[in-house]
């Protein structure tokens, strides 16, 4: 078949009318609306917005999909155009200011726990008798290191100026915010739980992208979506492994994309469960959901009886607000997402509330589809 014939195809499958669960890809519109309930343009209508709490599935349920076992494979990322920093300032001089200001907010950092880590983070171990012969390497539920990474400064440095928070109107009413992340030159990677309300059974709408977000600060200006795509699959029957969305943004008045900012992350697909990996989100129980937090732990699979096909689970103590930040494999050094935040199920599939969250393991059969049409990621 010759790719022209491919395409069409491709197109034919993801418009065609009828359940959305025979769909391999559900894709609609985002463009903003006039009746947004929030006005995310501004520093204070940015702050006031509430983080979206975790979905929930049933995790007893069977499998969504198969356990992808193609072969592991890297899309690479792409650093910041050069000069774009400095275009930035000159662009969006007071949200520069806003940065070199003190936060507004307190509980940029949470209390030390068992042990001070480098940087100014805190370890983890869950448990009161956790910390007897337990390493951060092997893939054991609530044990992590969290840090921030722009509470005590500004930080707008490659691949950090990637990730950022995600604003937007909820169909059941009123708005919230997710974590995302740059993934493609126009596109980001979120949760799917933050495109579409299951309550509402209808997308969510008015879609803001703030790269880099800092108490308020948008210091490479605001992107607002216009196309979302999210598993036909996770409209009918919902689960963590197909809890992924995509979204395309608009370019800035200037026509840049996003990327021309932020450049792009890598994406990494069909690898081992049992990786170490960084979590970065927004969460609103650390720092009320205007900081860049950090989770470093290793992935594990959730055990049998649970949902765990595609399904990782990580050591963090993020919860609400996080849900779309990217899991990323050599954090600084390659920066390939693996994962998003997804939620939490129960103490039996994921552990302690808290202490870990779950995200679908990337795959062929999740990312690889959602991406695989011209113009997305």
Same mark, same amino acid.
């Given at each position: 078949?010759n790719?022209?014939?491919m !395409?069409m195809? &491709?197109?034919?499958?993801? /418009? #065609?009318a009828?359940?959305a669960? @025979?769909q $391999?890809v559900?894709?609609?519109d985002v463009?903003p609306?006039?009746f947004?309930?929030?006005?995310?343009s501004?520093v204070?209508?940015?702050?006031?917005v509430?983080?979206?709490p975790?979905?929930?599935y049933?995790s007893?349920?069977?499998?969504?999909?198969?356990s992808?076992?193609?072969?592991?494979?890297?899309?690479p990322g792409?650093?910041?155009?050069?000069?774009?920093?400095q275009?930035?300032?000159?662009?969006?001089?007071?949200?520069?200011a806003?940065?070199?200001?003190?936060?507004?907010?307190e509980?940029a950092r949470?209390?030390?726990g068992?042990?001070a !880590?480098?940087? &100014?983070?805190v370890?983890? /171990? #869950?448990g009161?008798?956790?910390? @007897?012969g $337990?390493?951060n390497?092997?893939?054991?539920?609530?044990?992590f290191t969290?840090?921030c990474e722009?509470?005590?400064?500004?930080?707008?440095n490659y691949?950090?100026?990637a990730?950022?928070?995600l604003?937007?109107?909820?169909?059941?009413g009123g708005?919230?915010s997710c974590?995302?992340?740059?993934i493609?030159?126009?596109t980001?990677v979120t949760?799917?739980?933050?495109?579409y309300d299951?309550d509402a059974?209808?997308?969510n709408?008015?879609?803001?992208f703030?790269?880099a977000?800092?108490?308020?600060?948008?210091p490479?200006?605001?992107?607002a979506?216009?196309?979302a795509?999210?598993?036909?699959a996770y409209?009918?029957?919902?689960?963590?492994?197909?809890d992924?969305?995509?979204?395309r943004l608009a370019?800035d008045?200037g026509?840049n994309?996003?990327?021309?900012y932020t450049?792009?992350l890598?994406t990494?697909e069909?690898?081992?469960y049992y990786?170490?990996m960084?979590?970065?989100?927004?969460?609103?129980n650390?720092?009320g959901g205007?900081?860049?937090?950090?989770c470093?732990?290793?992935g594990s699979?959730?055990?049998?009886?649970?949902e765990?096909?595609?399904v990782?689970?990580?050591g963090?103590?993020m919860?609400y607000?996080?849900?779309?930040?990217?899991w990323?494999i050599h954090?600084?050094?390659?920066?390939?997402v693996?994962?998003?935040v997804?939620g939490y199920?129960s103490?039996s599939?994921?552990?302690?509330f808290?202490?870990v969250?779950?995200?679908?393991?990337?795959a062929s059969n999740?990312?690889g589809?959602?991406c695989?049409?011209?113009g997305w990621?």
């Amino acid at each position: 078949m010759n790719h022209s014939r491919m !395409a069409m195809l &491709g197109l034919a499958l993801t /418009l #065609a009318a009828g359940p959305a669960l @025979a769909q $391999r890809v559900v894709e609609f519109d985002v463009t903003p609306r006039t009746f947004s309930h929030s006005d995310f343009s501004t520093v204070e209508g940015r702050r006031a917005v509430q983080p979206l709490p975790f979905a929930t599935y049933d995790s007893s349920g069977p499998n969504r999909m198969r356990s992808d076992t193609g072969a592991p494979s890297v899309s690479p990322g792409r650093p910041p155009e050069a000069g774009s920093a400095q275009q930035a300032q000159t662009l969006y001089p007071d949200q520069w200011a806003l940065l070199a200001a003190p936060p507004t907010r307190e509980g940029a950092r949470p209390s030390v726990g068992d042990q001070a !880590a480098p940087e &100014g983070g805190v370890d983890f /171990l #869950a448990g009161s008798s956790a910390g @007897a012969g $337990r390493s951060n390497f092997a893939g054991t539920t609530g044990v992590f290191t969290q840090y921030c990474e722009n509470c005590d400064a500004q930080n707008v440095n490659y691949p950090q100026i990637a990730i950022g928070a995600l604003f937007f109107d909820v169909a059941s009413g009123g708005s919230a915010s997710c974590s995302a992340s740059v993934i493609g030159s126009n596109t980001i990677v979120t949760a799917a739980h933050c495109c579409y309300d299951h309550d509402a059974a209808a997308n969510n709408t008015n879609f803001t992208f703030v790269p880099a977000y800092r108490d308020g600060a948008a210091p490479v200006g605001a992107f607002a979506g216009i196309r979302a795509r999210v598993l036909g699959a996770y409209r009918n029957n919902p689960g963590r492994a197909n809890d992924l969305c995509v979204i395309r943004l608009a370019p800035d008045a200037g026509g840049n994309q996003v990327s021309f900012y932020t450049g792009w992350l890598g994406t990494a697909e069909n690898f081992e469960y049992y990786q170490n990996m960084h979590a970065v989100g927004y969460p609103g129980n650390l720092g009320g959901g205007q900081f860049q937090q950090v989770c470093t732990a290793t992935g594990s699979r959730p055990p049998q009886g649970c949902e765990r096909n595609n399904v990782l689970n990580m050591g963090c103590s993020m919860t609400y607000g996080s849900s779309g930040g990217p899991w990323i494999i050599h954090y600084r050094n390659g920066s390939y997402v693996n994962s998003v935040v997804s939620g939490y199920d129960s103490v039996s599939c994921t552990g302690d509330f808290g202490t870990v969250f779950n995200g679908p393991r990337f795959a062929s059969n999740n990312l690889g589809t959602l991406c695989d049409s011209p113009g997305w990621c």
